[in-house]
């Protein structure tokens, strides 16, 4: 059974950083792009960065930009969010997600990404 399990999450003052990582298992995840999704209490859930199957093209949100880093270590069947400069607006449950893949840029609805994992609670203080 193909899974995605999200680890790295916690609570961080802020300007602090935090690492998450997402692993696969169940199947090979390196054919898929893949990426991370946001949802905070009382909103939708949001995109907030992907990257291609092969870990050379990347996406990010506006609110992404230039604070986080969207890799993956295909040996390792892992995905990476480095999150830097974390902000209180950046309080979510982070999600890994897998789908495509896609020949142009990532897609930022969540419908287009078919494995989720069961998320990780990032908590930032002011």
């Known amino acids: 059974q193909a899974q995605l399990v999200e680890s790295g999450g916690g609570l961080v003052q802020a300007g602090g950083s935090l690492r998450l990582s997402c692993a696969g298992s169940?199947?090979?995840?390196?054919?898929?792009?893949m990426g991370w999704f946001r949802q905070a209490p009382g909103k939708e859930r949001e995109f907030v960065a992907a990257?291609?199957?092969?870990?050379?093209?990347?996406n990010y949100a506006d609110s992404a930009k230039g604070r986080f880093t969207n890799s993956r270590d295909n040996a390792k069947n892992t995905l990476y969010l480095q999150m830097n400069s974390l902000e209180p607006e950046d309080t979510a449950v982070y999600y890994c997600?897998?789908?495509?893949?896609?020949?142009?840029?990532?897609?930022?609805?969540?419908?287009?990404?078919?494995?989720w994992g069961q998320g990780t609670q990032v908590t930032v203080s002011s």
């Open positions: 997600v897998a789908g495509g893949p896609y020949a142009r840029a990532r897609p930022v609805t969540p419908d287009k990404y078919n494995y």
């Open positions: 169940g199947r090979t995840f390196s054919v898929y792009d």
């Open positions: 990257i291609d199957w092969g870990g050379a093209r990347t």
